[in-house]
Structures are given as structure tokens and as C-alpha cells.
């Protein structure tokens, strides 16, 4: 079966033609038979895209929103086909499968898509104004182009923390007044979460119902979760992605009263600081330099702030591996993934440090030597391990797609 994902982001959108044979040998079932990346989505776009045998093509243009992005990578895959094949690649499609951000409490799990999935979904907009609206458009356009006997499905960041308790789930506010406007913990990057507890699960020969891990997800956005026998039952982001971890530019957590005080002294809207918290705090904010870690552990030795940035990302999320140890009650290995979490042996390295009070211990050598693959970077003696899985969401998507369309 060959699943085309799409992925969305603010003014992007990324997309992947997957094929699956579960007939084929382990490493063999998964191809990836195009990729493509567009980006700046709202004026002048780029646009990559590869095929499989490594064929590359890029180009701009001008693409006002994500309906023309997904039509941008739809005609470039009616056109596009493998070495030695006339076959274009779009013709070879059985489904399509789509990230979508906020699931809100109605989607436990991915879902086919019909008219009725489409109406429970447009009243999320609001929990996700960034990202579910694009989402949303590309579903529309895609419907459009490929017709509505093509089947898709609904994959949802939020669905992997369905099962978080009641306790860790709710806020301790007016519980009628949290009932009536769904205000409660959601979480993020269900989706990255869950593929890495998999992951964990299939290189430890663990079955994963019986995987208790902590995972870190660190990124410009940033998440930790508590995994127990599989389940997520515990994570940092919250009713929006602004809660928990220091972020990029988001500030993480924050004393609520933060938002009146700044709006009284700074004489400016509930909208315009919460726009300072989601996009000129954290690193950014902290530093006054940049977003990017990279910059920041460069300029660590020679600039206070960017010290003191990089110290609170990584004292935070040293923080809730802690908590997450005590809801837990212990934990077989913490794994990084992520963009910094895959290729920052320091920052992981500054994150652990300390903790070997809880037998967490890494290995300097294997942890100097990972970067953006997939391994233990912890000493083998050690009783709590250490792992470094790199995200896929798009394969889990593209799975979760397969696997709906069987039954």
C-alpha cells in the first residue's frame, strides 16, 4: 500500500509517499518513494522535492496558502516517477494520511476521514488557531484534486495522551468552568512520543506494553512524557503547547498572573503578551541572540545570556525527568529525540548531569559519538538507560493509515 502523509506546520508543509509491505523482510517493508519540503508558504515559496532513487527538484513560487502548497505537491507527483518507470508516482496512491495538531477530548485515536470527522474538527480551530486551520485546508484541497473515493485519515498529536489519569489531566480550576470550556491537559507530539516508545520497545526486545520510559522531545518545540506499560500518563504541554519545557521561543511554564501583571505595567493586550510568550520568549527571549541551540552553545563562553538560556533549557527538562521518575515510580530509560535532543551530545550531557543518583549514567564517548542516528549513549553498567531515537512521525501516520483501511 502506498500512503501519502502530510505534515503541516504554520507556513509549511512537508509531505512523504510511503510505501508498506508488511509481506517484505523487517528492514525492506517501509520505502520511502518521495519526499518534499515547502516552506514560506504565504509569498515567495521553496520547494524541494526527492524521489527515492535521489533525484532531486527544486524551485520556487508563489504560494498563497496550504491548498496551493498541496497542489504545488500533488502536480509535481502526477508528474514525477521512479528511474526506468512512466509511471507517475500519484497514479501509484491508495491514501492519503494527515497530521493534525489538536484532537481535542473527542479523537482517542486516527480516524478515517468523512464529512462528519470534518465538522467535529473546525471547532478545534480555536485550540489550535496555528496549525489545525492549515491542516484542515489541505484535507479540503486534497479532496478536491484526488476525489472523494480516495480514503484518508486523521492522525492527531493529541490522541497518544488520551490516557493520561483524571488527576494528571485536569487543572485544579472551578471544575464546572474547566467542564464547559474543555479546559484540561492535552498534550503535544503524541505522535513523536509514541513512535519513540515503539521504537524503544522493538531495539530492547521489549513488548511494548510492558515499555516504562521518560521521553524528551527537543526541539524549537519541546515536550517530556511519561510513559507507563506503553500509555502515556503524564506530559508538559498542556490545554495549548506553551506549557512545560523551555521552547525555542516559547517561555514553558509560567505563573498565570505573569500575563495580568505584564498587561497592566506594559499597558498592552492579553493577546499581545501572549504572543510575547509564544514567540519572543524562551531561548530567543532569554538570550537576545537566537532560537537556534547551535548559536547558543557557541557563543556560551563569551555571552552571559546565552549561558543563562541554555542552563535553564536544560535545568527544566532536568526537572521533570525528576517528577517524571516520582509518577513513574521508576523508569527502564529516558530517550531523546527531537532536533536538538538527536544531535546535541552537550546539551544531553548537561540535561543528565547530576542524576546519578537515580543510576542514570552516560557513556561520554557514546554520547560525543551519536548525533541524528539512533542508539544507547548510557554506560552499560548503568541500572537506568539512556537512548537517542530520532522521530518518524510520517511512518507512524502512515501505518496508523494502513492499518485503518484493513479493517
Known sequence: MNV????????????????????AASGERDRRLARGLIERIGGEASCAFTTMDGRAFQHTAHIANHQEAVREALDWLGSASMAGQHTPLLHSLDAVGHRIVHG????????RIDDAVMGRLEP???????HNPP???????????????????AAFDTAFHQTLPNYASSYALPYDLAERHGIRRYGFHGLAHRYVSLRYAELTGT?????????????????????????????SMGFTPLEGLVMGTRSGDVDPTVMSYLVHKEGVSVDEVETWLNTGSG????????????????????HDRARLAVDLFCYRARKYIGAYLAVLGGASAVVFSGG????????????????????????????????????RISRSEAR???????SDEEILIARDTAELLRH
Open 135 to 153: 491542516a484542515l485546508r489541505a484535507i479540503s484541497a486534497c479532496r478536491t484534486v484526488l476525489g472523494p473515493a480516495l480514503p484518508m485519515v
Open 340 to 375: 536538538i535532543g538527536e544531535h546535541s551530545p552537550l546539551v544531553r550531557a548537561k540535561i543528565c548531569d547530576t542524576m546519578q543518583w537515580c543510576g542514570l549514567e552516560l557513556d561520554a564517548e557514546r554520547n560525543a559519538g551519536l548525533q541524528g542516528a539512533e542508539g
Open 207 to 235: 513488548p511494548h506494553h510492558q515499555v516504562t520510559i521518560i521521553t524528551l522531545h527537543l526541539g524549537n518545540g519541546c515536550s517530556a512524557s511519561a510513559i507507563q506499560h506503553g500509555q502515556s500518563v503524564d506530559t
Open 384 to 390: 537506568m538507560h539512556v537512548y537517542v531515537i530520532p
Open 124 to 130: 478545534l480551530n480555536e485550540l489550535a488557531p496555528l
Open 104 to 111: 481535542g477530548a473527542h479523537f482517542r485515536s486516527s480516524v
Open 4 to 23: 501519502l502523509v502530510f505534515n503541516c506546520g504554520s507556513s509549511s508543509l512537508k509531505f512523504q509517499l510511503i510505501g508498506l509491505d508488511d509481506s
Open 283 to 302: 531561548l530567543r527571549g532569554v538570550s537576545g541572540l537566537s532560537n537556534d541551540m547551535r548559536e547558543l552553545l557557541a557563543q556560551v563562553d563569551r
